[in-house]
């Protein structure tokens, strides 16, 4: 008997070990001791019972009852209970495991059995390893997702099967966005979030182990900054950023080794704003140290200051640089270039330097940044390396040297525009290969469908790969074009707009205008079905990129923020007269629209020119501003005064915000029809705002309740997001669509 379960463990491990670290093969094999235990005791209790329920001098003496009986009170949960025993359900005791112990989806099968004797055993409940599965299963096998069940963007840890769905594990729960694998690919690396749903710490979870044995990488302690985990596509660093509005500090994990301590490339400054990318022998960072929109820099791999990083490219006027990603043998640079979105190609070369740009490799002698023989030196060069260091921070590198290996020098190539369509918003596809020999993209603009296109850098052609599928759609039936308008300042303002063909500005059209304007966020143009059915209905569109946003760099957001902030809303404001003045949208036919921040700017233009608007739709609105940024409990409040200033500190702050704040400025006059619209369960905006903002405009406006009305909708499970699902969500904007057209006259007028 001894030798035949030692034999049924064997077959059962060796065919989960295939190619398995031998630690955890040990591991695998105590689980599957624990499985034989609790199923041998199981099973032991059950044949004890069996004969006291057939033994007339037992107490558990069943009477006549046949052998159907006995098998039914043998399912009472109470009689293992009371001898603590685990209850194991049929599929999953030992006799079901050992027949399939040779199958190959045994893994699968063993975790299934666990969850079922959880659900049966709930004080076991995150304590069973489930991960046998995965233990099969090659890298590339595996999917993991952040799960939202409620919409307040505190999410579940879910992997699973790819090919079959399976769920192989889900225990881990607070997590905030962004999911890494590890280079091993069983380890999921997250990041958690605090009370005030601020991202403050990096975790390391091992695939099918409990939550409660996860660790803890990195935390950020001060409450202005956020952190997010990366990983580089050169597979050898975790990158975590600590960000605030305008200032990061970024550390380098090796992969390799997590738990070693980081390297931090350059301790935060504050204004300091850098973004590193892993380029296996060095980095590429983006950063503001030298010219307000950016520049791109070369850097060793280690702790340095801007003073040492080289630069690579410097942004012309009216260019603004946003991120860099590295590939074996090309970098695309991700910026904007009048307005534009582009993407620029660095080729990459190997071989030692002719032309160009002569790198400072790792075998060189780096001076005031302690690179050595290849080493990061911890003790001839430290003053100079930990440069900027608080002095009370442990050494970064005491135990571990990323790289000792020589490595070649890199020489990158002028960078040179991928070609793209005007107006049309291009953003670089998030490939994981590092070794790629193509750049893959998509573009979209109002009037194009998301187009996925790889380009062959070797040479130099393009291939369109995927368009989505609009059944019905002619875009020669419509047009759009770049219109600039000059603000009452002077200010000339980029507007994007569409139309359909034939359609004159005779003053008479209706018209629907949409704008953003907060946080450096561009609000480019994108393709969406709703436009389309617009376009056909003869409405005029306006896409507005008003300061506060990223469109023309870092100083049109500049302002647009703190004490500039009512430029953003002045803006939309001419962008709306334009579309008046210019006779392409009547007086009494404009929608105007606006989301989050965007719905701030929505309730604002409404006091500042109600008689512009003929309906307004407000989504998730900022719209009691100053009350929310008052209050730094609330969730984000405390990173939100980066952007909007400190109104608790500044009394200059305060009576700017009170000066433009929606629900402090609502008059006694007629407003456009307002919808807001906002969820329950949203974090960002509390649906007390709108309701509070709503209230205020039903006692003080005057606007007849039938033609013009003040309308409110709570989604009840739902969060900033709106309502999950792709039918929900198609529900909702219908809902909306109709009721702006309704207001402006074009509900019935599509051909």
Sequence with gaps: ?????????????????????????????????????????????????????????????????????????????????????????????????????????????????????EAENPKLKGILDKRYARAQLPDGKLGALG??????????????????????????????YGLVWSADSDKIIYSRVDDSWRSWQIWIHAVGTPSSHDRLLFQEDDDRFDVWPQASRDGKWIVVTSESRNTKEVRLYATAQPFADPIVVCWRQQGLDYLVEPADDHLLIIHNKNYADFELASAPIGTSTPQDWISLVVPEPGERI????????????????????????????????????????????????????????????????????????PGLLDGVTPYTEPHERAVWGAPVPIPSEPLSTIELYNSPHWAAKEVVFSTESLLTPPTQTAYWVNEGTSEVLKVLDV?????????????????????????????????QPDGTNPGWIYGYGSYEVSNDPYFAPRHITMLERGVVIAWTHVRGGGEMGRSWYEQGR????????????????????????????????????????????????????????????????????????????????????????????????????????????????????????????????????????????????VSRPILEQIEMVAGHAGKSGRYEKWRTQAFVLAWLLDQIGAASSCD
Aim: contains cysteine; proline residues 5%.
């Design 1 to 117: 008997m001894l030798d035949d379960i030692k034999k049924t463990l064997w077959a059962t491990a060796d065919k989960l070990r295939a190619n398995m670290d031998a630690a955890e093969y040990k591991h695998l094999v105590l689980g599957l001791i624990f499985v034989k235990y609790i199923s041998d005791t199981f099973a032991a209790r059950r044949a004890e019972l069996t004969a006291r329920l057939t033994n007339p001098d037992d107490e558990y003496f069943y009477g006549d009852a046949d052998p159907a009986d006995i098998e039914a009170e043998l399912e009472d949960r109470d009689y293992y209970k009371e001898v603590n025993v685990f209850w194991v359900p049929e599929g999953a005791r030992w006799e079901a495991l050992r027949n399939a112990a040779k199958q190959p989806d045994i893994g699968k099968r063993i975790d299934e059995a666990l969850t079922l004797i």
């Design 147 to 176: 799960v939202d069940y409620t919409g307040d963007e505190h999410f579940r840890l879910r992997i699973f099967e790819i090919e079959t769905g399976f769920v192989v594990d889900e225990v881990v729960t607070g997590l905030a």
């Design 322 to 393: 946003l991120e860099v990603d590295a590939f074996r043998d090309f970098a695309v640079i991700s910026m904007r270039s009048g307005g534009q979105t582009q993407l620029r190609l660095m080729s990459r070369s190997h071989s030692p330097a002719q032309q160009g740009h002569d790198f400072i490799g790792l075998n060189q002698t780096a001076p005031d940044v302690g690179i050595d023989d290849g080493a990061l030196s911890h003790e001839t060069n430290r003053s100079s390396y930990f440069a900027g260091r608080p002095q009370d921070s």
């Design 471 to 503: 059944p019905g759609f002619d875009r020669e039936q419509f047009v759009q074009e770049g219109v600039w308008v000059e603000a009452e300042d002077g200010t000339s303002l980029p507007m994007t707009i569409a139309y359909k063909r034939g359609l």
């Design 562 to 705: 703190v004490l500039s902030k009512k430029n953003t809303f002045a803006d939309f404001v001419d962008c709306a007269k334009w579309l008046h003045s210019s006779g392409w949208v009547a007086r009494d036919r404009l929608a105007a629209e606006g989301r989050s921040a965007g719905g701030l700017l929505m309730g604002a233009v409404v006091n500042l020119a109600p008689e512009l608007f003929r309906a307004v739709h407000a989504g998730v609105p900022f719209v009691d501003a100053l009350t929310t940024i008052l209050k730094p409990e609330l969730p984000l409040t405390v990173g939100e005064w980066e952007e909007w200033g400190n109104p608790i500190e500044s009394p200059e702050v305060y009576e700017y915000m009170k000066s433009y704040s929606p629900l402090e400025n609502v008059r006694e006059v007629e407003y456009p029809a307002i919808l807001a619209t906002t969820s329950l369960n949203d974090i960002r905006v509390l649906y007390v705002e709108p309701t509070k903002w709503v209230q205020v405009l039903r006692e003080k406006a005057t606007n007849d309740p």
